[in-house]
Every structure is written in C-alpha cells, then in structure tokens.
C-alpha cells in the first residue's frame, strides 16, 4: 500500500491494528466493527476503515474520538465512497479522510473536492502510475464548473463574483 | 445558441488536453484497458465492431450552421464521410482511430463543441424539447435550464462514477415531444398557482430491459433550486442504487425497488441540509440565457401569400408541406421537420456533402441555427413561411425532401449489429426493408401516422417500447430473431408496448407489420390515427392476425 | 471485457482490435493481420492454448485490446466465424457493402457468403 496527498506520495503514520505492536503505537486504524469497544486513548490518534456503505448516522456518534476515517474504494468504477465522503463532512467531520482502493489519478482532484485528504493506493496502481501522473492530474482542469465543493473555486463562483462587483461596480 | 464565455472555452481546452494526457498514458501502459475503459466512455468513445466511435454532444439538440461544417470536415478527415444522428440528439462517427481522437476534440473545441458525457456512468448529455425556444406552447424556452444542467453536470467530482448511466431531459409544454418520462430525470417548466413558474419533477423512468414510466417526485420545485435539488437526488442514487447487477443499476430499479414515496422521502432529506444557492442560480440562468443570442424575427403577417400559392399550385410540395411544418411562436415563421429517412435509407445517417449542403441552407433560410430531434430527424427552427417554397426546392436537390415525417417510413433505428458490440441482431436492414415496402407514398397516406421504432438489443437505444410498432432484435438459436411489440406511446401519454407474440425471423418482419397495419385499416374509425385504434380495441385484437400470419408463414 | 482464457469449441481463431486503430485484427503466422483469411486456425488444444498466450500477450504490450478466440469453420481453407456476430465483424456493415474488410479482402468476403 501506498499513501498519497496533494503533495505526493508520503508515509503513512497510521498503521493497522492487529499488525505486531500496534496498540502501542500512536496511531492506529481498527476495522467498523471495533470501533464502539475502542476508547480514545489520550495522545493517541484513531482511525476506523469502512466499507462505502456505512452511513453517516451509525458513525457520527463516533466522530470526537475519530482522527481518520478510510472509507474502501472496492473499484475505481465504484463511486460511493464520493457521496460519502461528501456527507460526512457536511456532517461535520472534521478528521483526515481517506479514500482507500485502485483510484486512478483522473479522480484524485475528484477526491480532494468530496473532501478527501488522501488516498491509500494498491502497490500494483502506484508502481503502474508515478508520483508525477497524480500531481499533474490535479492541474488539469483548473477551473471546475460546481460550487460547493472543497476546492480554491469554480467557474459558477468566479461568475457570482464577477456580477456581485459589477453590481457594485 | 449558447455562446461560450471565456470559462467554458477554457473548460473544453483543458478537457482536450486531459483526454489527450490519458490516451498518452493508456499507449504507454500506465493505464490499464480497465482503468482507460471508463475515462473514454466519460468522452464519449466507445469500441465498436469494426472499430472505435466517436460519440459527438450536441446538447439538447442544437446545432448551429458552422457546427454542422465542422462536423462534415471531420467526417472527411477523420472518418469516413458520414455522421449518424442518434436518439439521444447526439452524432456518431463510426470509424474514428484512437491515436486521432484528441485532434477530433481539438476541431470540435474550435467550434465550441465536446463529447464530455456522451457515454459512461455519469450524468449524460441532456436533451430537450427539439422546438425549445420556437414552440407557441411552451411556458418558457427550456434550452438555459439545459445548459445550467450541462454545465453543473460536467465532469462533476461526486457524480462521474455512477452505478450506470444517467439521462436528464427538460420541456416546457404539457406536450412531451423529448420523450421525457423515459429519463431517469425528466423535468418539466410549469406554473405553479401563483403564475410562478418552476419545475414539476419526475424520476425513475427509463426503456432498457425493465422499462419504466417516471413518476412523479416533485409537483412544484421553485426556481432557483434546481442544482441543490439535482444534487440531493444523485446522491441517494449514488449511494443506493445497485451496482451488483448492471441490468438493475438505473435509478428506476431503486426508485420501483423502494418505491416513489420512499424514494422521495429521502429526496427530500438530502434536500433539506443542501446549501442554499437560490438566488445566485437564478441570476446564473438569467445570464446563461443572455448567452442566447437574440432573434430579431421580422414582422409578417400571420399567413403568407407566397406560401399559400405555392401550396396550391405544387402538389408535391403542398404533400412535403403536409408533414413537415411546426406551428411557430412568431407570426410568419415556421419551424420546418427535414427527414433523414429516405425510402430504403439508413435512419439518421448524413454525409458530409449533405452536411455542408444542409449547413449552407441552414443559414440562408433558418438563422444559422437547426436541431436534431430523438426522432434522427433535423429541424430547421425559423423559416420564413415566404420562403418554404425556396427552402424545399433547395432540399430537393440533396435528398433530403422525402416528405414522411410521422409516417410509417419515418422509422428510429439505432445502429444494431451493423456497428454496435453489444448489439444481439442487425437492427438497419429490417427498417430498410420496411420502408422499402411501404415505400409508396399513396398508401403512407392512407396509414397516416405511425411510428416503427427498432432496437439491435435489450438496451433499447431505438425506443422500441414506446413505439407504436416496436422491433427487438435478439438471438434465437444462433439466428437473428425479432420481437414486435404493439400500443407504445412516447408522448405523455407514455405507454409502453405489449409483446404481440414469439420472435420473426428477419424476411418475415415486413409481412408482419403489413397484417398489424391490416386490422387497423380495417377496424379504424373515421379519423382515427393508428395508436388511437390501438387504444380503444387493445393489443388483443392485433394478436389474432399478427399470430395466425405467423403460423401461414411457418406452415 | 473478454476473458481469453474461456474454453470456445476448435477450429478456432484469435480475433481482437487493434488497440491505436480500433480496426479488426487477427493473429497470424507472423503476428497480428488485418486479413481474416490469414488468421492462424487451432486444430487442436495446444495450439488453441498458443492463441490465449498470444492474446494475453497482444494485450499485455498494449498492441490490442478485447483479444479472445472464436470457434470457425474452414471453408476453402479460409477460417469463417460460426456465430453470425462474430461473421460481421469480420467483414463490416452489412449495410455499407463498400466498407470494412469485406471490401478490403473479397475472397475471404466470398468465403464468407457462402
Ligand atoms: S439498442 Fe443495443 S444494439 Fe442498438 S445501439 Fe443500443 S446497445 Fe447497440
């Protein structure tokens, strides 16, 4: 697995739970179905993988002791995880969010916008596709039409700007 | 039209050199076919057959004369001097080469032109009324609710990875000439009350293998709340709908599945923590539709002396004129149906001498500007009523004056086995043949109006189900075997046809369409057209004929 | 997409598209052809199974995509397809008899009438 943000590949700090030693470490990813018997434990960080079926009612409950939640990308195709990713920061969470599954660097921006931190990429699809190809795919389209979305702007937003100054103007 | 500002230019620019970049990497092997499948379904190519096709946008139906040039250069160029109009309004080049296609973009860009969603699991290239903006029966022009659909659609982040497909249709007349309730979203313009006008909202339609009405969502959706509104409504779907079977993946599977209340409820859920943008969408729609240009109609009077003489005097135009002519809004003008069904023809297929000839009319006699209709047909939206005459002697010269539109030779066929990889049977050659047989221009007359519709597969690209006459083409036993179904209606009054019995072979299709049409000329009563006839007797009585023919043929 | 590896009825032949050109392809004594009537033809599993490696590895160099074998009949000593979609596909449009392989390679097309 690799992990990659909007400024490349980097190393992951959190690591699975039930990998050797890993409750000692400072921040671990345990699956959904341990996360009600798992306590926040103080300056240790938390993070949960789920499917892209969860909802975001079954896990708002959890989000003040949450760090990082992963949600699984199961195909490129599968495009769930976007709309969720999307409603749970519209449900407030805060935390880093991860895509986790083979995306391909065309939906990287598409990531970042629903809300995404980060994407854990299969070795296969990190090996096939550089750090370059990620990077680049982020530029490609620098002015999106849709407002609303965690990106610098959008060609609606531009427009609403252009006649709110005009207006004053 | 819409006139692109300096942001949808740069937009389709960039979109150019996005596809470009991904057919590099797909070449080079850092995308697999698997991971490359999707990006180019999202522009619109597709592996056909013979080869790769093209699939050209051309949002709800309007095409402008220079469009239409271009269009002629790249089918000279890049393909094989043809085009082919789809029921989508959308055009096809059949044998485009992948290494070729982000120069095709280019060309295409240069004409304020893209095949962004023309394919793919995304939210596709949205159609609408084809006499938007001309129709006297229309609350208001549609086409800038299209385009804001458009726009906020492309290459959405949330929306491109659907569970399948997704096709959005506006009108704004209580006649539904777009077949709107076969979409998974079919909005409709309409007052409310107050004499506000708004959005009447329907979901869940669609043909395909499970066809389906849409049904009703939201009576009344004001102004101003259509992308939040769209937005909630893609999510559900996102979310929900299934993506264990491709075959129950479309929003009507989930909307039948849960039901339309359901469905709603949690619409209007989604709905309630929506951002809102109201007023600012409105004032985007206001601009949007200041990017139309302004048509300076001429003042004429109502009826055109010219018009009227030459009706009378020309038979053979006053037989064109019969079929062809749309009531426009403006006093002396009229929008005018140009049929790309010549007997015996390939439906909806246009050469590039065609097209140029077309382009050239289109400017002398329509204001640069001409549709294409879910039928494969074109319009020319603002012709002079003086100027028909003119108009219909020029189109004589180029084939394109076959005066059958609505007719029984007027057939919707998709492309089927000739081209389509998914197809199970050759769809082509049975509306040929049928045409062929009906090809004597009395006896259309004296059919009247009927509509054959036809479909190489399940997925129903030709409409079959709302087809007056519907053929499906499918395999029996390692053999071409078609299916005819009988009362579909894409009006709205949307019907969806009944199966009139086991599948024909292909030599006796035509045989069988002239017993279906048989009763009718027999059982009809005065005045009444064939899906009327249809109606007040039942599939039933159609049955008996379409089966005992069947059995005389087999024996 | 087509998995090469499914087991179609001998004589068979591999058919694919060329993955820059889209254009129909077949493979042959000496590589991917554009001629149907130069498709090698497997008479027996073995050679059948040296079709699936060269349709994997067509696939695998990026040279075609949607390789998989067909099941033929040899008539003439030219290789036609049994199943009527795989037969258009190797000859173009039934409706435009002016383009595609069938006016390309008229003997295989007269082969492929009979
Ligand atoms: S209906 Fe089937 S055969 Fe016809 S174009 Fe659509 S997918 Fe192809």
Known sequence: MKLLDRNGFRTDDFSRAGADGAARLDAVIVPFADLP??????????GVDIPNTVTVEQLAPHFEKLALIGIAFPASTDGRGFSLGRRLRRAGFKGLLRASGPLIPDQFPYALACGFDEIELPDASAARQPESQWLQALGAITLPYQRGYARPSSIFEQRRQARKEAAHG | MYRYDEFDERFVRERVAQFRDQVNRRLSGALTEEEFRPLRLQNGLYLQLHAYMLRIAIPYGVLSSQQLCQLAVIADKYDRGYGHFTTRTNLQFNWPKLKDAPDILDLLADVQMHCIQTSGNDIRNVTADQFAGVAGDEIEDPRPVAELIRQWSSLHPEFSFLPRKFKIAVIASQADRAVMKSHDVGIRIVRNKAGESGYEIFAGGGLGRTPMVGKRVREFLPKGQLLAYLEALLRVYNLEGRRDNKFKARIKILVHEIGIDAFRDRVEAEFARADAFSDDENAELARISAQFEVRNYEKLSARSETFEAARKSDPAFAEWVAHSLFAHKVDGYAAVTISLKPVGGVPGDMTSDQMRFFADLTDRFSLGELRVTHAQNLVLPNVKQDDLHALWRELGKAGLATPNVGLVTDIISCPGLDYCALATARSIPIAQAISNRFADKA????????????????????????????????????????????GGD?????????????????????????????????????????????????VSEFKAAFLAGAQNEAA | MATPLKRTPLPAILIANDLRIGDVVFWSQSGWTRDPAAALVAHDQPAADALDAAATAGMARQEV??????????????????????????LGPSVHPELGKQAQFAAYARAAAE
């Open chain 3, 65 to 90: 995509v949607d390789a998989y074998l067909i099941d033929v009949d040899v008539r003439e000593g030219v290789p036609v397809p049994r199943h009527f979609r795989e037969r258009f596909k190797t």
């Open chain 2, 490 to 538: 894409p009006t709205e009054n949307m019907a969806i046809g009944e199966l009139l019995g086991p599948g024909l072979a292909a030599g006796d299709v035509p045989a069988a369409i002239e017993r279906i049409v048989g009763v009718y000329l027999d059982k009809r009563a005065d005045g009444e057209t064939f899906i009327e006839t249809v109606k007040r007797l039942g």
């Open chain 2, 443 to 486: 006896r259309q007359d004296e059919i009247g109006p009927l509509q054959i519709k036809i479909s190489g597969c399940i997925n129903a690209c030709g409409h079959h189900h709302v087809g007056h006459i519907g053929i499906l083409g499918l395999e029996k036993r390692g053999q071409e075997s078609y299916q005819i179904t009988l």
């Open chain 1, 37 to 46: 018997s798992t306590a926040a434990r103080a300056g240790k960080r938390l």
